[in-house]
C-alpha cells in the first residue's frame, strides 16, 4: 500500500512560535500538505512573512499575535482560529524558550516564573482550550502535539528549570492521552535533539561543531526534521499513535556515547551521511 498524506488536507491546526525555528518548518509542512494553518507568535513582523510567503506560494495560512505565555491570549487564539476557519482538528505546542547554563541555585525566582509561564502553563492552556474546541469541532482526526525536548526524556546538566518545564510537558502529554485516547484526539510529544535554529542564540562555530560531535549522529538537526514527524503526526496514518514521546535527536538520548573501534570501517565506507 502507498503512503499518502491526502488526509491531513483541509484539518485546521494552530502551531504556536510559527515565526521562526522549528514552528516555522512544522507550519509549512502543514500548509505545502494541505492544511489550512494559524501561525501564533510574538512577532507580528516576522510572523506575517511567514504567514505570507505561505500564501504566496499557494498555502491557507493565517497569523494571530500571541504571547502564550498568557492563557487568555492562547484561548482568544483558539476562539479566532475556529472564526477564520470553522473548525480545528490540531494544535501543535512548540512555542517555548530555553535557559541555562547555571547550576539550581543560580536561578532566580523571576525566571522560575518565566520559563513555567510560556514552557509549562503555556501548554497547558493550549492543550485545555484547543481540545474543547476540537471535540466542538467533532473532529475525526483530531490531534495535540507537544514540542518538548530531549530534556524532558534526559535531564541536562545546567538546565535545572528548563529540564523540570520539559519533563512536565512530556508527562502532560502521556496523561492528556490517557485522557483522550478513546475519545479521538491523539497526544504525542516530539522532542528535538540539538537542532539549527536560533534558540542557541548567535553562538560561535565552536559551540556549534561541539554539538554536533555530542551527538552520536555527528551533526545537529535540521527544524524539517522535526516537522516531517509532526506531519505524519497530524495525519490519519498515526491514529493508533497517541501518549508517544519520540526524540528527533541523531540517537543523543538514547543512551551514553562511549568509545568504539569498528573491526571492519570498509562496511560503512560511502554510506554514512555525516
Ligand atoms: N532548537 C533546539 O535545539 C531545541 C531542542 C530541544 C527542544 N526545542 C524546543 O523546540 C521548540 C521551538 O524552539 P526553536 O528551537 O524553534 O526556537 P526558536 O527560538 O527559533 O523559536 C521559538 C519560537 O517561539 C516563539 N516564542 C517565544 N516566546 C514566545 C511567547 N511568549 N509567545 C509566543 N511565541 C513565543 C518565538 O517567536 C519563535 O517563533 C521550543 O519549545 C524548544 O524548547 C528546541
Redesign the pocket.
Known amino acids: 500500500m502507498k503512503a499518502t498524506f491526502e488526509s491531513v488536507q483541509g484539518k485546521v491546526a494552530v502551531v504556536?512560535?510559527?515565526?521562526?525555528?522549528?514552528?516555522e518548518a512544522i507550519a509549512r509542512a502543514f500548509a505545502a500538505n494541505g492544511m489550512k494553518v494559524v501561525l501564533?507568535?510574538?512577532?507580528e513582523e516576522q510572523g506575517q512573512k511567514v504567514a505570507g510567503e505561505i500564501v504566496a506560494q499557494g498555502g491557507d495560512a493565517v497569523f494571530v499575535r500571541?504571547?502564550?505565555?498568557d492563557p487568555a491570549q492562547i484561548k482568544a487564539l483558539v476562539e479566532k482560529a475556529v472564526e477564520t476557519y470553522g473548525r480545528l482538528d490540531g494544535f501543535v505546542s512548540?512555542?517555548?524558550?530555553?535557559m541555562g547554563g547555571n547550576p539550581l541555585h543560580e536561578y532566580e525566582m523571576e525566571e522560575y516564573e518565566r520559563i513555567f509561564a510560556?514552557n509549562s502553563e503555556g501548554v497547558f492552556a493550549g492543550m485545555k482550550y484547543a481540545a474543547e474546541a476540537i471535540f466542538r469541532s467533532k473532529s475525526k482526526g483530531g490531534f495535540l502535539i507537544n514540542?518538548a525536548?530531549?530534556a524532558g526524556i534526559v535531564p541536562q546538566r545546567g538546565q535545572a528549570l528548563y529540564t523540570a518545564t520539559k519533563f512536565g510537558v512530556v508527562g502532560m502529554t502521556r496523561a492528556a492521552a490517557l485522557d483522550y485516547a478513546a475519545y479521538g484526539i491523539t497526544v504525542n510529544a516530539i522532542c528535538?535533539?540539538?537542532?539549527k535554529?536560533?534558540?542557541f542564540g548567535d553562538i560561535p562555530e565552536a559551540a556549534m561543531a561541539m554539538f554536533a560531535k555530542d551527538c552520536p549522529a555527528g551533526r545537529m538537526g535540521d527544524?524539517m526534521e522535526c516537522a516531517w514527524l509532526a506531519l505524519f503526526l497530524a495525519s490519519d496514518m498515526a491514529r493508533y499513535i497517541t501518549g508517544a514521546v519520540i526524540p528527533v535527536d541523531g540517537a543523543l538520548s538514547a543512551g551514553h556515547q562511549n568509545v568504539t573501534t569498528w573491526k571492519n570501517p570498509g562496511l560503512y565506507a560511502g554510506t554514512a551521511e555525516n
Open positions: 504556536t512560535g510559527a515565526s521562526r525555528g522549528i514552528g501564533a507568535a510574538r512577532s500571541t504571547d502564550c505565555s512548540n512555542a517555548g524558550i530555553g510560556l514540542v525536548s530531549v528535538p535533539g540539538y537542532t535554529i536560533s534558540i527544524p
